[in-house]
């Protein structure tokens, strides 16, 4: 599949507009644009990052360098990869005290990516149905949470995890 033009604006967790004219996943992966918060993990394969919009900490995304569209896209050997790495990533976090619950999200859209979201208590506060109104939270975090504070804690949770990924 090849990148379509695309010309969409996006605005980051960190209130940072950036311009996109090809897919976001392939952008990013070429590192076309950056987050405050750097990046937490990568190797030739994938890139792990904070969500680029949501300012929830510890809300990571990982996504494929390649474009790649679908799941079944990936060798046994590069599936095998990013689920070590989804591991890792939750277990980093749990050990850590961000948080002890998680969602793990399939997005297969125009760049296949992952998404590893913490489930903080204020959540179950916004709904009983996490998955099925994830709208609704991602609307919260970007009403309640657009501050230096959560910010900060962006920052401090990705570099926790890139120094985990970096001792191994």
């Known amino acids: 599949m090849t990148n379509k033009i695309i010309m969409r604006k996006i605005q980051l967790y960190d209130n940072k507009e950036i311009e996109l004219d090809k897919c976001p996943g392939c952008e990013f992966a070429n590192h076309n644009f950056s987050l405050s918060c750097g990046i937490a993990y990568e190797n030739d394969t994938f890139i792990l990052s904070q969500d680029w919009e949501l300012p929830i900490p510890g809300f990571m995304i990982l996504s494929s360098k ?36 998680f969602n793990v999200i399939f997005e297969e859209k125009r760049h296949f990516h992952i998404w590893i979201m913490p489930r903080y208590e204020w959540m179950s506060k916004c709904t009983d149905d996490i998955i099925g109104n994830l709208g609704k939270i991602q609307d919260y975090a970007k009403k309640n949470y657009k501050n230096k504070d959560t910010f900060d804690k962006i920052k401090e949770v990705s570099n926790l995890i890139k120094s985990n990924f970096s001792k191994n």
Do not use: A, Q
């Open 66 to 101: 390649k474009h790649i569209v679908s799941l079944s896209e990936f060798s046994d050997e590069e599936r095998d990869e990013m689920f070590n790495i989804v591991n890792k990533t939750i277990n980093i976090l749990k050990k850590n005290n961000v948080c002890y619950k």
